[in-house]
Structures are given as C-alpha cells and as structure tokens.
T-cell receptor
Framework: QKEVEQNSGPLSVPEGAIASLNCTYSDRGSQSFFWYRQYSGKSPELIMFIYSNGDKEDGRFTAQLNKASQYVSLLIRDSQPSDSATYLCAVKVVDSSYKLIFGSGTRLLVRP | EAQVTQNPRYLITVTGKKLTVTCSQNMNHEYMSWYRQDPGLGLRQIYYSMNVEVTDKGDVPEGYKVSRKEKRNFPLILESPSPNQTSLYFC??????????FGPGTRLTVL
C-alpha cells in the first residue's frame, strides 16, 4: 500500500516567520511531487510541483525534495495570516500516468 | 473562464436511491478524476479517466461507477448509496496529468 504521511498539525507560527511543512512517502520510485493548499470549505489548489532533488523556489514558497530520504517539504517564508490553510502533499504513483496519492494534510495557522 | 463545475453542490439522500453527480470542464483536458475527502483520511481517488471511453479505478472504487462519453463530462454514479459514502466529493481535471484543477466540491449525505 503506497502511503504519503503528513503531520496533521495544527502548525502554529507567528506572522513573518518561516513555516515548514513536511511529507514522507513510501514508494521509493516516485518521481513527481505536489503541494496543494486548501482553505476551509474550498477546493484544493496547486501551489508547487517538484521533480528533481533539491530546492525549487516560487515567490515566498520553496519546495524541497530528498528522494534518498523519501522526504518532501514546503517552506513558506514571511508567513501571512492569509496562508492559514491545510496543505496537502501529493505523490504520483510510479506505474500510473494519472494516479495521485494524497497525504491527509497539515493545518497551518499563522498568528497575527 | 476556465473552470471545473460540479452539480449538485449539496445533496441529502437515502440509502439505496441511485444518484449521479455531474462534473464538467471547459479546458479541453484529457484527464479527469474523482476524489472523496473524509476527515483524517485526506483525498482518496475513486476513479480517473485518461480520455474518452478510458477509465480506471483509483484507491476506493467500490460502490461507484463512472463514464466518459464526452471529453468535457465525467459523471460519478452511486447506484445504491450507503451511509459510508457520506463524504465531500471533488472532481478534478488536468491537461497532462500533473497540475490538477479541482471543482468546488459536492457534499453528500446518505441517511
């Protein structure tokens, strides 16, 4: 059973701090990784995707991938109260072109 | 406006009464998918479709059916709903299988 694990939180950080969200996955051959943000009562929206080991930056967001450790993370710099949401990690199944496994999400709370 | 639409948004029904949740996208995407979201379990894929007339099971297909007769539509059918299918359902579409665009969700309650 392929799995994607996230700490459910809530992760509470003060405004302006760096929020660090973590995700581990069980399928060693996975190649594609995604971070989605979901506000309460809304649908998920894609923030970032990453395919290669290392860091990928997009504005205040940085995705980090370590395939050897089967670990992917999302850093949010200068956190804002509007970043308060649930962040979902998703991993594409190796033997499928369109099958994603989602983690249960980490709830982030940014305190003003 | 590029979007994925779902109907109905809210539905309360009784055990055994067949229902269909519609999903439509206007982005000419090949890939479409259905998920259910339950507290503590996250998003779980029910079925997905790679193109017209091509569908495959996700992780939790039991009790559900789908069809893809047109590229833009991907309805989810519950032939005999049961209370354990009470959930929040999302339809999603994607051009290349990676970036998925989600619909607004359908909250289903089966009594």
């Amino acid at each position: 059973q392929k799995e994607v694990e996230q700490n459910s939180g809530p992760l509470s950080v003060p405004e302006g701090a760096i929020a660090s969200l973590n995700c581990t996955y069980s399928d060693r051959g996975s190649q594609s990784f995604f971070w989605y943000r979901q506000y309460s009562g809304k649908s998920p929206e894609l923030i970032m995707f990453i395919y290669s080991n290392g860091d990928k930056e997009d504005g205040r967001f940085t995705a980090q991938l370590n395939k050897a450790s089967q670990y992917v993370s999302l850093l949010i710099r200068d956190s804002q109260p509007s970043d308060s949401a649930t962040y979902l990690c998703a991993v594409k199944v190796v033997d499928s072109s369109y099958k994603l496994i989602f983690g249960s999400g980490t709830r982030l709370l940014v305190r003003p | 406006e590029a979007q994925v639409t779902q109907n109905p948004r809210y539905l309360i029904t009784v055990t055994g009464k067949k229902l269909t949740v519609t999903c439509s996208q206007n982005m000419n995407h090949e890939y479409m998918s259905w998920y259910r979201q339950d507290p503590g379990l996250g998003l779980r894929q029910i079925y997905y479709s790679m193109n017209v007339e091509v569908t495959d099971k996700g992780d939790v297909p039991e009790g559900y059916k789908v069809s893809r007769k047109e590229k833009r539509n991907f309805p989810l059918i519950l032939e005999s709903p049961s209370p354990n299918q009470t959930s929040l359902y999302f339809c999603a579409s994607s051009l290349g299988g990676d970036t998925q665009y989600f619909g607004p969700g359908t909250r289903l309650t089966v009594l």
